[in-house]
C-alpha cells in the first residue's frame, strides 16, 4: 500500500542542494540547459556528487536504519546523456573544441582512411592481375584446346559406330609435327615462328595437337581479327585479362584507360604478359608461348601495319631474351619459315584410311581410297570431311563439281563479252593462260610416272606442278593479277617464289575446263575480243558535213609530241608580243 504525502520524509520533499547548483550553473550557460536536466552529471566529476534517488522497496529484515520512516532502495535512475560536438562522455581532451575542429578532423581521418583503402586496393588489384594471367598459361586453361576438344567429344559421343582407340594422328606424322612440338613444349626458343600453307593443310591441327600432349602448359592462342577492337578482346580472353575493365577504381582516375584505342590496350596487355614471363621463368626454365592464329584475316589497313609492326618489336625482343616464343605471320630476321603442304603418297593414303576407320569402324578398299585421292588429294581439312560421307566417291566428285562451278563464276570465259566487262575477261583470261600452263605439265608427268611404272604396280598421283614465279608473270603477261589469284585461293605461292595450284580439287577443275573441246578458241576468241575492244578505245572518228559550195577541207597528221612543242612555242611567241605591246623602253 502507498504511503500518504505526509508520511514522506522532509528530504525527499525538497530538492537536493547539488540540483540547485546544477539549475544555476545551467542560467548562466544557456547552451547547457538540455543537458542539465539530467537526474546525474558526468561521472568524472568529482567536486559534486548526486546521491541516488530512492524508491519505495521492501523493508530491510536485518533492523538496520529502523530509524527511516520510508523505504529506500537502491535503484538509480539514468538517463543517456547527449554531450554537444567535441565533448564526449568520460574524455576531457576535445571539451574545449568548436563544432568546426570536430568537423575538420573527422574529414580528414574519413579521407585518409579512404586513401590508405585506396592504395591498399591498388596494390591488390595488380597482385590480382598478375595472378590471373598466370592462369592463362596454367595446363588444362586454355579456352580454344577446351573448344577444339570439346568438338571432338560431341561428334566421337554422336557417333555409335566408331572404332574407340584410333588415333590416326600419331600413326600418320608429319615431318614438320616434330618441330611444332619442339616449339610448343619450349625446347626450341630464340625465335619467333611463322607457319604458312594453303588453308586447311593442318597448321592449326598440329598446333592443337601439340597443346594437347602437354594440356596447354605454358601455351595460349589467340585468333585474329580484321577489327582492331574484336582482336583486342580476344588477346585479352586469351591471356585472362580484361583491360582494367573489372578495376573499381574509378574514384582515383581521371581518364578511361581504353581512351587510347585497342592498340593502347594491347600494349598493356603485352606489358602484362613480360610480367608475368619474367616471373615463370625462373620455376618453368623454358618460355612461354604465344600463338596468334589466322593472322591472314588482317586487313591491309595503315591501323593494322601499325599493330602487326608493334607484335613484331615484342616478339622480337621476347625471342632475343628466350622468355617468349610468339607464332604468326610476320617475316623478318629472328622469324623462322616453317611451310605446311598437303600430304602426298602414302602418308595420304594411309590417313584417309585410318579416318575412314575412325568413323565408320572398317576399313575401305584402297582402290576406292585412291580414287578419291585422284581427285582431292592429300588436304586434310576436305579428307576429313570426304570421311564422314557414307559413299566417298559421290561425294569427292560433287566436291569437284562444286569446285568447278566455283572458279567458273570467279573468272569464266565470256566469248562476245562487252566493253564493260573488259577489265574482268582480262583477268579471266590471263588466269585460264596459267591453269592451262598448270594442266600441260601435269598430264606430262603422269605420263612420265606411267611410263617408269613396273606392271602391275600402283600409280600413286604425282604432285601438283610448280612454276616459278618469274615464268608466272610472263605466262599471264600481267604481273598484277598474280596476287589475286593468290588472295583467291585459286593459286600458292609458297616462300621459295614457286606458284602451285591452291589444291588438286583447283587443279582437277581447271584440267577438265581445259581439256573440253573448242577451249582453246574459246580463250583465242576472248583475247581476240578484248583486243579489238581496245583497238576501238584507241581508235578517234572525225566526221564533216561537206557543203555546197564545193569548199575544201584540209586534214593535217601530226605526231603528239611536235604538236606539243609547236603549242608551247606559240604561246611563248604570244607572250613575248604582250610583253613588246606594253614596255615603254622597246
Not at 161 to 183: F, L, P
Not at 244 to 249: A, C, L, P, V
Not at 481 to 489: A, C, P, S
Request: aromatic share 6%; glycine share 6%.
Amino acid at each position: 500500500m502507498r504511503p500518504s504525502i505526509s508520511r514522506i520524509p522532509a528530504r525527499f520533499a525538497r530538492p537536493h542542494p547539488s540540483l540547485l547548483s546544477l539549475r544555476s550553473t545551467a542560467a548562466t550557460f544557456p547552451k547547457f540547459k538540455p543537458h542539465l536536466q539530467q537526474s546525474r552529471w558526468n561521472s568524472s566529476s568529482k567536486s559534486e556528487k548526486v546521491p541516488p534517488i530512492r524508491g519505495p522497496s521492501k523493508p530491510p529484515t536485518d533492523g538496520t536504519n529502523a530509524q527511516r520512516d520510508g523505504y529506500e532502495a537502491q535503484s538509480i535512475v539514468q538517463q543517456p546523456l547527449n554531450l554537444p560536438t567535441g565533448v564526449s562522455d568520460g574524455s576531457s581532451v576535445l571539451a574545449g573544441a568548436t563544432p568546426l575542429l570536430g568537423a575538420t578532423l573527422t574529414t580528414v581521418i574519413g579521407l585518409a582512411v579512404v586513401f590508405v583503402g585506396g592504395v591498399f586496393y591498388f596494390e591488390w588489384y595488380k597482385a590480382n592481375v598478375i595472378r590471373k594471367m598466370e592462369m592463362a598459361f596454367e595446363a588444362g586453361y586454355d579456352p580454344a584446346l577446351n573448344l577444339a576438344d570439346h568438338g571432338i567429344k560431341t561428334r566421337a559421343s554422336s557417333r555409335m559406330q566408331a572404332t574407340d582407340g584410333v588415333d590416326w594422328a600419331s600413326d600418320v606424322r608429319r615431318d614438320e609435327q616434330d618441330v611444332i612440338d619442339e616449339i610448343v613444349h619450349g625446347m626450341r626458343h630464340g625465335h619467333y615462328i611463322l607457319l604458312m600453307g594453303s588453308k586447311g593443310v593442318g597448321k592449326t591441327t598440329m598446333i592443337l595437337d601439340a597443346m594437347r600432349r602437354v594440356e596447354a602448359d605454358g601455351v595460349a592462342i589467340c585468333e585474329a581479327h580484321e577489327d582492331l577492337e574484336v582482336f583486342r578482346l580476344r588477346l585479352g580472353k586469351a591471356l585472362n585479362y580484361e583491360y582494367n575493365e573489372d578495376s573499381q577504381t574509378g574514384l582515383f582516375q581521371r581518364r578511361d584507360p581504353r581512351e587510347g584505342g585497342p592498340r593502347l590496350d594491347i600494349e598493356r596487355a603485352l606489358n602484362k604478359l613480360e610480367k608475368v614471363a619474367l616471373k615463370m621463368a625462373a620455376q618453368r626454365k623454358k618460355p612461354l608461348v604465344l600463338v596468334i592464329n589466322n593472322c591472314q584475316l588482317f586487313d591491309n589497313a595503315e591501323e593494322t601495319h601499325q599493330l602487326l609492326l608493334q607484335l613484331q618489336q615484342k616478339a622480337e625482343s621476347w625471342a632475343e631474351s628466350h622468355l617468349i616464343t610468339v607464332v604468326f605471320r610476320k617475316i623478318q630476321n629472328r622469324m623462322r619459315v616453317i611451310p605446311v603442304r598437303d600430304l602426298h603418297g602414302t602418308a595420304s593414303l594411309s590417313a584417309l584410311r585410318h579416318l575412314r576407320q575412325q568413323h565408320f569402324g572398317k576399313a575401305e578398299d584402297d582402290s576406292v581410297l585412291l580414287e578419291v585421292l585422284k581427285i582431292v588429294g592429300g588436304r586434310l581439312s576436305r579428307m576429313n570431311s570426304l570421311a564422314r560421307e557414307d559413299n566417298i566417291v559421290d561425294a569427292a566428285n560433287r566436291m569437284l563439281n562444286n569446285e568447278k562451278g566455283w572458279i567458273l563464276s570467279l573468272i569464266g570465259l565470256i566469248p562476245d563479252c562487252d566493253d564493260d566487262v573488259m577489265d574482268e575477261q582480262k583477268v579471266a583470261a590471263s588466269s585460264w593462260t596459267l591453269l592451262r600452263e598448270f594442266a600441260k605439265r601435269f598430264r606430262e608427268k603422269e605420263a612420265e610416272l606411267k611410263a617408269n611404272a613396273k606392271p602391275g604396280e600402283v600409280v600413286m598421283e604425282p604432285e601438283m606442278p610448280a612454276i616459278s614465279y618469274y615464268e608466272v608473270r610472263q605466262i599471264m603477261t600481267r604481273a598484277d593479277f598474280v596476287d589475286m589469284l593468290d588472295h583467291q585461293n585459286i593459286i600458292n605461292i609458297d616462300t621459295d617464289h614457286m606458284v602451285r595450284p591452291d589444291s588438286m580439287v583447283v587443279l582437277r577443275a581447271a584440267i577438265e575446263v581445259v581439256e573440253e573441246e573448242g577451249f582453246d578458241e574459246l580463250l583465242g576468241g576472248v583475247k581476240d575480243r578484248i583486243d579489238a575492244i581496245e583497238s576501238l578505245h584507241r581508235t578517234r572518228e572525225l566526221t564533216w558535213k561537206a557543203s555546197d559550195n564545193e569548199d575544201t577541207v584540209r586534214i593535217m597528221l601530226q605526231p603528239y609530241e611536235k604538236r606539243e612543242a609547236d603549242k608551247e612555242k606559240e604561246k611563248e611567241e604570244k607572250e613575248k608580243a604582250g610583253r613588246r605591246g606594253w614596255w615603254p623602253f622597246t
